[in-house]
């Protein structure tokens, strides 16, 4: 148990929104104002996926989530998700872990939180067992966004119709993947325009095909540039990559660790007839920088 008790933002938390944002905030207030650990308890897994069976896509991985929630001020902890914690009752999920293993002194939670077998536990159970067990509870209400509600699902929607500046707004930050350079075909080399290129993981929520405006930052420097997501139709490759050119890069990227912030979507994916007219509009592309 942690001596000195915590308050504690309830949450899966994917993506870290404006309004994840709101509730990890509320919490750290509250430990500030009465000496207490901040924290935001979530899961390793979507309890969604787990009880569905069905693979999902994520906004941020686990490490990703871990530090946003630490530049807001609060500790990341992740419960081990399976179905014999899903199959905990409410009470029980209050009593073992919210007190017993936290000690909590201040939980604060999304209107629609549910948590605890067949997700009976929701916000009116949690300030119920609040007042029995002495800890103080905070429901925010639903945030809304150019008339809609704001939630993961929406921005996951958002990605995926290109719609990347009203996602940015939505997670207060760029949207952005991280990973290793590998190489590829060497196409883009030929043509005078080499391209970095990185996979993406099978577990990100996936952006819709064609060509971004983005910054990329390498070795803590960062550059503008542009970068085709998708399957790159022109060379007939079906893996789905980034192609980042980067104009005023120079050096070897391969095996170097880059993250891509994702600002404008310029146009769709589209297969030129030859590399001659791919050329032609890159160079169209980027006159988007």
Known sequence: MIGKGSAIALGFFDGVHIAHQKIIESAVRYAELNNLIPIALSFDKSPLEILSGNHMCYLTSNAEKEAIITSLGAKAEFLPTDKALLSVEPEVFIEKILVGKYNIKYAVCGYNYRFGKNGRGDTDLLMKEGKRHGFEVLVAPCQMYNGESISSSRIRGLLAEGEISLANNLLGRNFFIEGTVSEGKKLGRK???????????????????????????????????????????????????????????????????????????????????????????????????
């Open 191 to 289: 043509i005078g325009f080499p391209t970095a290129n990185v996979f993406f993981d099978d577990k990100a929520a996936q952006l819709k095909n064609g060509v971004y405006k983005t910054l990329v930052t390498v070795d803590a420097k960062c550059y503008d540039a542009i970068t085709n997501a998708g399957t790159n139709p022109t060379v007939c490759d079906k893996s789905v990559r980034t192609e980042t050119y980067i104009p005023d890069f120079e050096g070897n990227l391969y095996g170097k660790k880059i993250k891509i912030e994702f600002i404008k979507f310029i146009r769709p994916e589209i297969k030129f007839e030859n590399l001659e007219k791919l050329t032609e509009q890159i160079r169209e592309d980027l006159k988007n920088l």
